[in-house]
């Protein structure tokens, strides 16, 4: 295994080790290369790579955190392929991003993992990550959804003196976006 700084050359093995690791939740390479183009310059940001056999078969970061920017307040991802894992690629790809944060003198460190990944949950665990805050996931199968069964909601709703609409609805308001994560939190 060798460890390296992963570079833009890197982003279509990126999205094979997501879309692989995340079947649920599925990007493709434009929507990984649009997300680099908009990263927020100034930040502190290292993305590194794990390579088996000249292969890119894992990727971790840390980046400061733009919605709740401190300067020693970093995010942190280590991704590894399902076929890669348990094998040491994870933990080496953790250490070599606690290695680099070091010069940053972290105060907290954040990651995410959802409950019903196990191994994953042990991994936070046992390098002493805490739950901080849960998030809920929703989704709707379009293919099967049934609309009639709501048949009045809105308007039962509407008629308690809420609108709803959709953001784009609410692109004339410039506090819009404040009002959508004001909601979320």
């Known amino acids: ?3 390296r700084p992963a570079t833009l050359e890197d982003t279509e093995a990126r999205v094979r080790v997501h879309n692989a690791s995340r079947p649920d939740n599925q990007i493709t390479l434009e929507v990984a290369l649009h997300s680099e183009k908009v990263r927020k310059q100034g930040l502190a940001f290292q993305r590194f790579a794990a390579e088996v056999d000249k292969e890119p078969v894992a990727f971790a970061y840390f980046s400061q955190l733009e919605w709740m920017f401190h300067p020693q307040k ?3 991802n280590v991704l590894v392929h399902p076929d890669y894992r348990k094998r ?4 080496a790809l953790y250490d070599t991003l606690i290695e680099h944060l070091q010069a940053y003198d972290p105060i907290k460190l954040i990651t995410f993992t959802r409950e019903d990944w196990n191994d994953s949950i042990k991994f936070v665990e046992k ?4 739950v901080e805050f849960r998030e809920w996931e929703s ?5 099967t959804f049934d609309p009639s069964q709501f048949s009045g909601t809105v308007e039962k709703v ?3 003196g809420y609108k709803l609409c959709s953001l784009a609805e609410l692109s004339t308001d410039k506090d819009a976006l404040r009002k959508v994560y004001d909601i979320d939190v």
């Open 74 to 76: 970093f995010d942190m």
């Open 139 to 143: 989704r709707l199968d379009m293919t």
């Open 88 to 91: 040491g690629i994870g933990s």
């Open 1 to 3: 295994m060798n460890i």
């Open 158 to 160: 509407e008629a308690l």
């Open 127 to 130: 390098r002493g990550f805490e």
